[in-house]
């Protein structure tokens, strides 16, 4: 049983940086031939697929934000990681990891339990 779990802060000021970590258990996100992904959902809205990273270690990232996304992975922890750069409040949401068995949110067979971000001065 593939476990994903987020971490980081809750809080985040407008300009700064947003950065989470999701730790994967019961598995290697090295192992063909999945993508390790995050996805949000703003309050009222639907989910959103920011990017990925896959098995190989290719990364992948949604064009709208493409300019402010990074996605890494450290295989010796099992983790992989989201950076999201100059925040504004429409950032606000939650924030999922999950593994997918492609790019997008449709294939998702693991999900983290999410993680609430907010951004406010």
């Known amino acids: 049983q593939v476990q994903l779990q987020e971490s980081g802060p809750g809080l985040v000021k407008p300009s700064q940086t947003l950065s989470l970590t999701c730790t994967v258990s019961?598995?290697?996100?090295?192992?063909?031939?999945?993508?390790w992904s995050w996805i949000r959902q703003p309050p009222g809205k639907g989910l959103e697929w920011m990017g990925a990273?896959?098995?190989?270690?290719?990364?992948y990232y949604s064009p709208s934000l493409k300019s402010r996304t990074s996605i890494s992975r450290d295989t010796s922890k099992n983790q992989f990681t989201l950076q999201l750069s100059s925040v504004t409040p429409e950032d606000t949401a939650v924030y999922y990891c999950?593994?997918?068995?492609?790019?997008?949110?449709?294939?998702?067979?693991?999900w983290g339990q999410g993680t609430q971000v907010t951004v406010s001065s």
């Open positions: 999950a593994r997918a068995l492609t790019l997008g949110s449709d294939y998702v067979d693991y």
């Open positions: 990273i896959a098995y190989s270690g290719s990364t």
């Open positions: 019961g598995g290697s996100i090295t192992t063909n031939y999945y993508y």
